[in-house]
Nanobody, 124 residues
Framework: QVQLVESGGGLVQPGGSLRLSCAAS????????MGWYRQAPGKERELVAAITSGGSTNYADSGKGRFTISRDNAKNAVYLQMNSLKPEDTAVYYC??????????????????WGQGTLVTVSS
């Protein structure tokens, strides 16, 4: 079964740090782009940061200078280091794998994958 599994969420005080991790499992040959999205209560899901297999990154303005995305292509894993966290960063954070190449008996197929979400709460 192909899936993304996230970890690292939790409760942190304003100004604190958290590191989110996401690892893909299953017969995945490669992933084009991986990223993190978040959804706060009553709001739409939004992009936080994304990274290509070549290492090019893209950040939402809200996280620039505070968040750092990285990935390990060999492990099909992506990470999000979040520093100087603010209460407005509180949300469920979702890992995304865009165009994951899945090995099949006849070749390959391509899927977009989402993790189950991990809650980040920034509060004193």
């Amino acid at each position: 079964q192909v899936q993304l599994v996230e970890s690292g969420g939790g409760l942190v005080q304003p100004g604190g740090s958290l590191r989110l991790s996401c690892a893909a499992s299953g017969s995945i040959r490669s992933i084009s782009s991986m990223g993190w999205y978040r959804q706060a209560p009553g709001k739409e899901r939004e992009l936080v940061a994304a990274i290509t297999s070549g290492g090019s990154t893209n950040y939402a303005d809200s996280g620039k200078g505070r968040f750092t995305i990285s990935r390990d292509n060999a492990k099909n894993a992506v990470y999000l280091q979040m520093n100087s966290l603010k209460p407005e960063d509180t949300a469920v954070y979702y890992c995304n794998a865009d165009r994951a190449e899945i090995a099949t008996t006849w070749g390959s197929r391509y899927l977009e994958l989402w993790g189950q979400g991990t809650l980040v709460t920034v509060s004193s």
